[in-house]
């Protein structure tokens, strides 16, 4: 009985954590949290890595299919910027309703239409992901270069929020006198 209690407990409290405003903090780190452990066992029961065989496949069979400037910036690309550039666009093509591992295993050669379908959605994201992590960097660049910006900005939204409140009570006062 006791045991069952506890649960009960603890569940009420899950449910009311969930909904608070809280949970949405826990809820963007338990997602980040899931991609990790995700990524990680992807590459522990897969021996060879997705990067690897997306590069592969661009830079070798698929290379006819993909523009110059695509191919140069991929292979320029560290290992890690490469992963977090598969993994994107594997959430990309998720998102779409296709597989990129039927790509890159060549099962899409005998439809060129489906292939070519593939190929564009990867030129048309490579360059939104390339201009979205370029405006991430000089934001954390512009940052790190300049924090007092930050709080300046913190500091004034509080000045505009004490002189609003500051008027309010004015004009509650007015309000409240009585008239003569």
């Known amino acids: 009985m006791y045991l069952f209690s506890l649960v009960l407990l603890f569940a009420l409290l ?20 899931i991609n990790l452990f995700d990524m990680r066992r992807r590459s522990f029961f897969k021996r060879r890595s997705q990067t690897s065989d ?6 070798g069979v698929g290379a006819p299919l993909l523009p110059d400037d695509f191919k140069s910036w991929l292979a320029r690309l560290s290992a890690e910027e490469a992963q ?7 959430e990309y093509t998720k998102s779409l309703g296709l597989q990129l591992d039927q790509l890159l295993d060549g099962s899409l ?39 007092t910006m ?5 500091k004034q939204a509080a000045e505009k929020a004490s002189s609003r409140r500051k008027q309010d009570s004015a004009t509650d006062a007015t309000e409240t006198a009585p008239a003569s």
Do not use: C, H
């Open 14 to 33: 899950g449910y009311i954590l969930a909904i608070s405003r809280f949970g949405k903090t826990i809820d963007a780190a338990t997602e980040r949290l």
């Open 54 to 59: 997306f590069r592969v496949w661009a830079l």
């Open 84 to 90: 977090d550039f598969n993994w994107s666009l594997i």
């Open 109 to 147: 050669d005998r439809d060129p239409r489906m292939r070519q379908v593939y190929v564009e959605a990867i030129v048309v994201y490579s360059p939104a992901y390339r201009k979205a992590r370029q405006a991430l960097k000089k934001a954390a660049e512009d940052a790190e270069k300049n924090p």
């Open 150 to 154: 930050e709080a300046d900005a913190e």
